[in-house]
């Protein structure tokens, strides 16, 4: 029962540095999505996916890309990172995001420097 | 604009005792309410929801309870335990959010402490 994997953990980028945070989830849920939790602050999606080739943005997408190629995986990219984008990034699955509500991986703890 | 509020940072409770964690919201949309509780350095966890249809949600210790006129909502958790010392998260959904995605706006947390 892996439920929804998130890696990495940790890291820390330079400025100006991109990278990719994967997500992959084996519930075969078709809604997926990534949130951002700054401190003090409730979570703020990023983006979201309804299924395989399907995204689109949520609340705070600039910086950001995702793609979703397959049901099972949905990564988020940052390119030319900036402090702003310090946070800890969580990336949720779920099966009808009602009754269930959703499924979220352990977090990414990302600092840009 | 923050469209769902926890107005209280912080909780502490003695033990067996209950804890009342509030929540209110603006959009008028929202149709669908849950509660999430958030151990540190993991991810949060699903804990109860209720649909706007109902005013009362029980499920063993933890109850929500929805007042949509005043744009309440709290969770009722007794008798309350040590290891429900977590942040509880309130967050909405409504129906017509993103083409069905049915998006959750997520208020800033409550960090609840049960004192042994």
């Known amino acids: 029962n892996a439920g929804v994997t998130q890696t990495p953990k940790f890291r820390i980028l330079k400025i100006g540095q991109s990278m990719t945070l994967q997500c992959t989830q084996d519930?075969?849920?078709?809604?997926m999505y990534w949130y951002r939790q700054d401190p003090g602050m409730g979570l703020k999606l990023i983006y979201y996916?309804?299924?395989?080739?399907?995204?689109d943005k949520g609340e705070v997408p600039n910086g950001y890309n995702v793609s979703r190629s397959t049901t099972e995986d949905f990564p988020l990219r940052l390119e030319l990172a900036a402090p702003s984008q310090t946070s800890v990034y969580f990336c949720?699955?779920?099966?009808?995001?009602?009754?269930?509500?959703?499924?979220f991986g352990s977090g990414t703890r990302l600092t840009v420097v | 604009d923050q469209q769902v509020k926890q107005n209280s940072p912080s909780l502490s409770v003695q033990e067996g005792r209950i804890s009342i964690l509030n929540c209110d919201y603006t959009?008028?949309?929202?149709?669908?309410f849950l509660w999430y509780k958030k151990y540190p350095a993991e991810g949060p966890t699903f804990l109860i929801s209720i649909s706007s249809i109902k005013d009362k949600n029980e499920d063993g210790r933890f109850t929500v309870f929805l007042n949509k006129s005043a744009k309440h909502l709290s969770l009722h958790i007794v008798p309350s335990q040590p290891g429900d010392s977590a942040v509880y998260f309130c967050?909405?959904?409504?129906?017509?959010?993103?083409?069905?995605?049915?998006?959750?706006?997520f208020g800033k947390g409550t960090k609840l402490s049960v004192i042994p």
């Open positions: 967050a909405a959904s409504h129906t017509y959010s993103g083409a069905g995605s049915y998006q959750l706006t």
């Open positions: 959009n008028s949309m929202f149709d669908y």
């Open positions: 996916s309804v299924g395989a080739g399907i995204t």
């Open positions: 949720a699955s779920s099966i009808d995001g009602r009754s269930y509500g959703y499924t």
């Open positions: 519930m075969n849920h078709n809604y």
